[in-house]
């Protein structure tokens, strides 16, 4: 064997004994690494969905023409002027549209079910419950898919928050 050979083999000797070690100990950080940004993701995931959350609770909640309807659906009063109550359809459009964005929101994973369930589960359950509500969304059938929407999620929740407020019965005029 030339010399040129011999120095071939120990060249391959050499990245064997370091290089597979070295491999290794590279592959173990990418690992390490791995797990830590995927641990950071959830982190801000989480951030996303309270943000998201308080958000969408001022959206709901903050607008006096919704506080309204909400007492008049709790207090089983009328909502509609047209039916003695005090509120326009475009005000019943604002707070059942406002379902369309918290469903949206929902479903893209940017609102947890807990966050969900606890803030707006018993105001979904309620209008379900409320004759003048349902009608008007009948009335609407490719309007409100939020609300629609959200209701069998609240429904079928493994969220603790959400079997605080069970009491409807029937789904909210489901498309057929």
Same mark, same amino acid.
């Given at each position: 064997m030339d010399k040129l050979q011999k120095w071939a083999v120990i060249a391959a000797a050499l990245v064997t004994i370091i290089g597979f070690p070295l491999l290794f100990v590279s592959l173990r950080? %990418?690992?390490?690494?791995?797990?830590? *940004?995927? &641990? &950071?993701?959830? !982190?801000?995931?989480?951030?996303? &969905?309270? !943000?998201? #959350?308080?958000?969408?609770?001022?959206?709901?909640?903050? +607008? #006096? #023409?919704? %506080?309204?309807? *909400?007492? %008049?659906?709790? +207090?089983?009063?009328?909502?509609?002027?047209?039916?003695?109550? #005090?509120?326009?359809?475009v005000d019943l459009d604002k707070y059942l549209g406002a379902y369309d964005a918290i469903a949206l929101v929902y479903r893209d994973g940017f609102l947890s079910d807990d966050h969900l369930c606890s803030s707006f589960s018993f105001y979904i359950e309620e209008a379900n419950k409320n004759s003048e509500v349902t009608q008007y969304i009948a009335k609407y059938p490719d309007f409100f898919g939020g609300i629609r929407s959200l209701l069998p999620v609240i429904r079928n929740s493994k969220s603790p928050y959400c079997g605080l407020h069970r009491g409807a019965t029937e789904p909210i005029n489901q498309h057929p």
């Open positions: 950080y %990418a690992h390490r690494l791995d797990v830590k *940004i995927s &641990q &950071q993701l959830g !982190e801000i995931k989480k951030i996303a &969905q309270s !943000e998201n #959350s308080v958000s969408l609770n001022t959206m709901l909640f903050n +607008d #006096s #023409s919704n %506080a309204g309807i *909400i007492k %008049a659906i709790e +207090d089983n009063k009328p909502v509609l002027v047209e039916n003695g109550g #005090s509120y326009s359809g």
